[in-house]
């Protein structure tokens, strides 16, 4: 049986979701040392690898794409699920040969995982260097050179304000037309299975300007399309005084001015009408008219939008802690059709097995799905993670083969898995 079930977990699509990865690209300057940055997880941390570049071109590296090349290797890492730390284990075990034949080498975990395990990662990963939190990569050259004297860096403190706004992402994998742009850090909701909010830490919104000033730069060096990144991109919200989500909220009436993010596309989409402007990540909570009436306004914003859903049952998404239900959901789908009509592409999450979920219950996600009928979904089943609000409330009861089939179902109506 166990065979079985695995067997099935390769079907499902998790092994290449999580082999997913980005590696850097050759990148001779004549710096004398090399970089290789092995990427995992979402776009927030392709993002971050590009200003981890950035940051270490500073002190003298170069990028790699051969990490039999690199005098230190990173790998940032992604927590999300316990197969994607899974991955990164197996990976450093592979690591170690290198290592082997090249004891100066130094190797680095950035990342959720490097913040969800700090020092606990060192010692059970004895190969390992460098332990850097995605809030700490500032520190990186410095944390570089203590490892290079022979001991260990690391820095795991997660910041209240850090959106890296002033650094120049080195663009990594870049196809010159696409680019990614960071608008926001951290995350402020709780949703109860998702470890994001403590790898991540708290909600800050990056200057607009610095925003649409990398954006024209993008657009003058020929780029045609940027995605502008964030865990709950609806939730931004910026003023001069004040660029901490919680902070902000408590004194609003203090502040001069305060940027959403319905403002901030328009400052985007105005950029060039040649930059096609696109966004991710969208909470169904937070989406609001405006943002979907500035979409309509400017034709360069794609009419596109990730609205993961996660589940179409309303007990479910009350113990998920989503805040909203499925009518509330659904009443978002129906303003987007009314709005933007039925050729705005709509794509979604969805989580099965959730603790407690009844068959029942799985099947409102699957009515959610035909009623839609969104262009692709990412499909994941539940893992539980350590530290979470579930881990500690509920009890991860729904049996493996019984997570899986519910994937299984999903894959043949044709919807992607991916992360
Ligand atoms: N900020 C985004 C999601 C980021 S994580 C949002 O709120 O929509 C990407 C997706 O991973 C989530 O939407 C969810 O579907 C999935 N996910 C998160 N935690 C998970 C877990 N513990 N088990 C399974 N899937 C999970
Ligand atoms: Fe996780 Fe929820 Fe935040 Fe998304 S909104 S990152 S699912 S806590
Ligand atoms: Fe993974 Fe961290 Fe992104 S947990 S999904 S890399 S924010």
């Excluded at 995992?40 to 090349?69: L, P, R």
């Excluded at 004895?126 to 260990?152: F, I, M, T």
């Excluded at 709005?339 to 999450?349: K, R």
Aim: proline fraction near 3%; charge should be negative; aromatic fraction near 8%.
């Amino acid at each position: 049986m166990e065979n079985i079930i695995k067997d099935i977990d390769i079907i499902s699509g998790e092994e290449d979701t999580n082999s997913d990865f980005k590696v850097t690209a050759e990148e001779n300057t004549g710096k004398a040392k090399r970089l290789y940055i092995e990427s995992y997880g979402c776009q927030m941390n392709f993002s971050d690898s590009e200003i981890v570049a950035s940051i270490m071109k500073e002190t003298g590296f170069d990028t790699t794409s051969d990490f039999n090349n690199a005098d230190v290797i990173l790998l940032n890492t992604c927590s999300i699920r316990d197969k994607a730390e899974r991955t990164v284990r197996k990976r450093l075990s592979q690591f170690n040969q290198v290592k082997k034949a090249n004891p100066e080498l130094k190797i680095g975990v950035l990342g959720c995982m490097a913040e969800r395990l700090k020092e606990k990662l060192l010692e059970e990963e004895k190969l390992v260097d460098l332990v850097v939190g995605p809030d700490a990569y500032r520190d990186l050259p410095s944390l570089v050179s203590l490892a290079e004297d022979g001991q260990k860096g690391i820095n795991t403190f997660l910041s209240r304000e850090e959106t890296y706004a002033d650094i120049s992402p080195v663009r990594l994998n870049s196809n010159g037309v696409s680019a990614l742009i960071s608008i926001m850090r951290g995350c402020d909701n709780m949703c109860s299975f998702c470890v994001v909010p403590f790898t991540r830490g708290r909600e800050r919104s990056r200057d607009p300007h610095s925003i649409t000033k990398e954006a024209k730069e993008l657009f003058d060096q020929g780029y045609r399309e940027v995605t502008l990144l964030g865990q709950n991109v609806d939730s931004y919200k910026w003023s001069s005084e004040e660029n901490n989500k919680a902070r902000l909220n408590k004194k609003e009436n203090e502040v001069s001015q305060v940027v959403y993010f319905s403002d901030l596309l328009e400052m985007v989409a105005n950029v060039d009408p040649k930059l096609r402007v696109r966004f991710s990540t969208s909470h169904p909570k937070d989406i609001t008219d405006k943002v979907l009436e500035t979409m309509k306004q400017y034709e360069n914003i794609c009419n596109y939008i990730h609205l993961p859903v996660q589940s179409g049952n309303s007990r479910v998404l009350e113990m998920m802690n989503r805040t909203y239900d499925r009518e509330w959901y659904l009443d978002r789908i129906k303003k987007i059709r009314e709005i933007l009509g039925e050729n705005c592409g709509i794509s979604s999450d969805m989580i099965a097995g959730f603790c407690s979920e009844t068959e029942e219950e799985h099947q409102d996600t699957l009515s959610i799905m035909d009623i839609v009928k969104f262009d692709f979904s990412y499909m994941f089943y539940y893992s539980e993670r350590p530290g979470t609000l579930a881990e500690k409330k509920y009890k991860d009861d729904i049996p493996l083969a019984v997570k899986n089939v519910g994937s299984r179902r999903s894959l043949t109506s044709k919807v992607p898995f991916h992360l």
